[in-house]
């Protein structure tokens, strides 16, 4: 049984678990299915808006694939809730990401 598998029973058993969701995006995304893993980060902020990690990881996604703009609108919607949760670790990387892909497009 491959990890795919293994976090999919496990979230048949809890299929509220943000984290096992999440790892399952990771590891679709590991598998080289960005679309998988950006159809399953997106199920996740329906579910848990607050999964701050996941707006890192979706942004990256849709930068990959080339859909700056929906990278940068994840992005500051990350930066929004880092704000919130006074988390200036996470809005740092945020930041971070939004400036570098902001100079890319110019």
Known sequence: MDRIDQIS?????DPEDSFLRYALA???DKKGDSDKAIELINQLLERTPEYLGAYYKLGQLFEEKGEFKKAIAI???GIV???ANKDNKAKGELNEALWLIEDEEQ
């Open 26 to 28: 990771l590891e679709y």
């Open 9 to 13: 029973e496990m979230l048949t058993k």
């Open 75 to 77: 992005y500051k919607k």
């Open 81 to 83: 809730l880092a704000e």
